[in-house]
């Protein structure tokens, strides 16, 4: 009952910042959301895994070379949160995502971590199956899974992954908008203005959120977080730890 009334109250803000701001000309930050990139320098940031080159800020944008693969991190942890990101891939076919509740410790190029998948349309078409045809459409549309050994339960199951219900994802050169609602191990993503996926009982509730270099140019602008009310995550890490 209590993710379900975070949820709810989360997605009634959302309502209210479909747009940069409201009718009275209330920014985000009026409602309580803070920038996580603040348009001249990678101050939240910290480099996990990558390169001093895969990471620069140009024209009030984040730049991602996407070499080498692997991730910079924010400097501190979320649990319960709306995050909003606007991102644009580069080239056909490009490859990127944000991870959520990341322990940040790639084993290999990645962490663990949710993922929201950003890939540009041309994908499919790019990486083919062994017989030629395109690969799966819905693997475009920000799709949603655990990834480096992290369990949760999708809600428009493709394997592991949730799929979109609906393609809004944009082409290259021009901006996506994403809205995640994170509650108490609940992902909900809102595509371009429209709730389109989701992802529950992850098992890991807490952790750093990281962008990801996948080998494609990538460009990141608005980066927004609004903390909502902890939950149960260290319940649920301290009952892990008793078992």
């Avoid at 490859?95 to 322990?103: A, M, P, Q, R, V």
């Avoid at 493709?158 to 799929?163: D, E, F, I, N, Y």
């Avoid at 219900?165 to 108490?184: F, H, P, S």
């Amino acid at each position: 009952m209590k993710n379900f009334l975070l949820i709810c109250v989360a997605l009634k803000i959302f309502l209210v910042i479909g747009s940069s701001a409201n009718e009275d000309g209330n920014s985000d930050k009026d409602l309580g959301f803070v920038n996580l990139f603040n348009g001249k320098d990678l101050t939240n940031w910290v480099d996990v895994n990558t390169s001093p080159d895969t990471w620069s800020v140009k024209d009030g944008m984040i730049i991602c070379s996407g070499h080498p693969i692997g991730v910079m991190r924010s400097k501190k942890q979320y649990e319960n949160f709306i995050l909003v990101i606007e991102w644009r891939h580069m080239e056909a076919g490009g490859n990127s995502g944000i991870f959520l509740w990341s322990d940040a410790k790639p084993k290999g190029r990645l962490p663990k971590g949710m993922e929201v998948q950003m890939l540009e349309l041309q994908w499919p078409y790019i990486h083919k199956k062994r017989n030629g045809e395109p690969n799966h459409l819905g693997y475009v549309s920000g799709e949603l899974f655990g990834a480096g050994g992290m369990r949760a339960v999708p809600e428009n199951p493709r394997g592991s992954r949730s799929m979109s219900y609906e393609m809004r994802c944009k082409g290259k050169g021009e901006w996506n908008r994403y809205v995640v609602v994170a509650v108490d191990g609940t992902v909900k993503l809102s595509i371009n203005g429209k709730f389109v996926n989701g992802i529950r009982e992850a098992d890991l509730r807490k952790g750093y959120l990281c962008l990801e270099s996948e080998g494609a140019e990538i460009h990141f602008r608005k980066i927004q977080i609004m903390e909502l009310p902890d939950g149960r995550a260290e319940e649920l890490g301290m009952s892990l730890r008793g078992k």
